[in-house]
């Protein structure tokens, strides 16, 4: 089949390699020069496991191609993906002007019939508004459809390929016919292409995300509520998640959720009740919650040393909101750096992949980096872990205590037993867990 994907940002050059992986003509399209010179010098924007293999290999069989040519992406393919930036304005809600003005434009270039497909993640409705739109338009035939992606960074080419549903919203046999072709080969397993109304499953995407965000809050509460009474949450964590009604993922305790998604989605499902007259409570408190939970790993450090950390130095492993991805957006380092710095600190960071991230959108930001994690430690006063990436997991304690002025750690995302920690010697703060300190030993 022929595709054509608006937009390789994240979404959108994952579906246009692994649509291309699985034999399909692919043509990707994108406004930005700098971007596009990139691609077509076969340069990955973007660091996501196991995508640059995919992407060199398609780009040199021929099946992925760019272009910055609406024109040509139009004439091009029978299936024209729209994967825009959907971004939160301030009142919360998504900003749509990019998914529309480029429908608009497809409208102005169709010669023939041509299925439009929402990859973006998008409110309520916005099928409708895209059909109403294009109709202004154009009188050539067309259908829109909603297919919202549910890629987690990190692992978006293995959810890709292996997807444990695809969700597809629409009202015409013809699209559904189409659908079903395109994603027989990442169904073959038997995981299914669930068929919905065009409403139902734009309000999926919303409703998944800020379920696993309330899951992840929930945990940060009981986390919270741990300190207090003397329990254990990681005790609790194991104890809650082997009931399969519940389910053992989205339960780990931490300093809250970041990324591209959940903030701005559980954002704009707020909004989108508030705008139809519903008081959607539970969702004004997950954004509370996790607010407050960005700043407990600094409230533990000011408990420790004073709220004035003038003269301080503090290292800090984890730019990334999560692993294994460079994306800083919403990341929870941004709320500890900045709270560091207003209280006087000087923070020196170190992450796998982030950092280049952090000095392009964030070039004022006070903090000096690491060439490498142990580098990070030098004359601080104490080690602060913030992302979990593998390599933190098992590091080398005495090197760590060798560089801080003294041994002491507070850990964000809970990544080692606290009576090993005391063992090594360490004064070890974690999130809902018995605090230990071994610096007598």
């Not at 293999?53 to 609406?70: A, T």
């Not at 964590?237 to 009931?243: E, H, K, L, S």
């Amino acid at each position: 089949m022929k595709i054509s994907v608006i937009g390789t940002g994240y979404v959108g050059l994952v579906t246009g390699v692994c649509f291309a992986e699985v034999g399909n003509q692919v043509l990707c399209i994108d406004n930005d020069p700098e971007k596009l010179a990139s691609l077509k010098a076969g340069q990955v924007p973007i660091y996501e496991p196991g995508l640059e293999p995919l992407f060199e290999r398609n780009v040199r069989e021929g099946r992925l191609q760019f272009s910055d040519s609406l024109t040509e992406a139009v004439a091009f393919s029978e299936i024209i993906f729209l994967a825009l930036p959907t971004p939160p304005m301030e009142d919360g809600s998504a900003d749509l002007q990019y998914v529309l003005k480029v429908a608009g434009e497809i409208a102005g270039l169709m010669k023939e019939y041509r299925i439009i497909v929402n990859k973006s993640t998008v409110p309520v409705g916005t099928a409708d508004k895209v059909s109403e739109l294009m109709s202004k338009n154009t009188l050539v035939a067309f259908d829109v459809a909603s297919n919202p992606e549910f890629l987690r960074e990190g692992v978006a080419v293995e959810d890709f390929m292996k997807p444990d549903r695809v969700v597809v919203g629409t009202s015409s046999d013809r699209v559904r016919t189409v659908m079903e072709r395109l994603y027989k080969p990442f169904t073959m397993s038997g995981n299914p292409v669930v068929f919905m109304d065009e409403r139902s499953s734009e309000l999926t995407k919303y409703a998944a995300n800020a379920l696993l965000a309330t899951k992840i809050t929930f945990m940060n509460e009981v986390a919270n509520l741990c300190e207090r009474v003397g329990a254990n949450v990681d005790l609790v964590r194991r104890g809650v998640g082997t009931d399969t009604r519940i389910g053992s993922r989205f339960l780990f305790a931490g300093v809250g959720y970041g990324g591209s998604c959940f903030p701005k989605d559980v954002q704009a499902l707020h909004f989108t009740a508030a705008q139809n007259g519903y008081n959607f409570e539970i969702l004004a408190s997950v954004m509370d919650v996790n607010t407050r939970q960005k700043q407990r790993l600094t409230q533990k450090v000011q408990a420790f040393f004073g709220d004035n950390l003038s003269g301080k130095r503090f290292a800090l492993w984890g730019i990334a909101f999560k692993p294994n991805t460079d994306d800083i957006r919403e990341a929870p380092s941004l709320t500890v750096i900045q709270e560091l710095n207003a209280a006087g600190a000087t923070v020196v960071a170190f992450d796998p992949e982030a950092m280049a991230s952090l000095r392009k959108y964030h070039p004022d930001l006070k903090v000096e980096l690491a060439d490498n994690p142990y580098d990070a430690l030098k004359d601080a006063d104490a080690l602060l872990i913030v992302t979990e990436w593998n390599e933190f997991r098992t590091p080398e304690f005495q090197r760590i205590r060798e560089g801080l002025k003294a041994p002491i750690i507070f850990d964000g995302r809970n990544l080692y037993e606290p009576f090993h920690l005391e063992e090594q010697g360490f004064y070890y703060e974690s999130i809902g867990r018995p605090t230990v300190d071994g610096r007598d030993k």
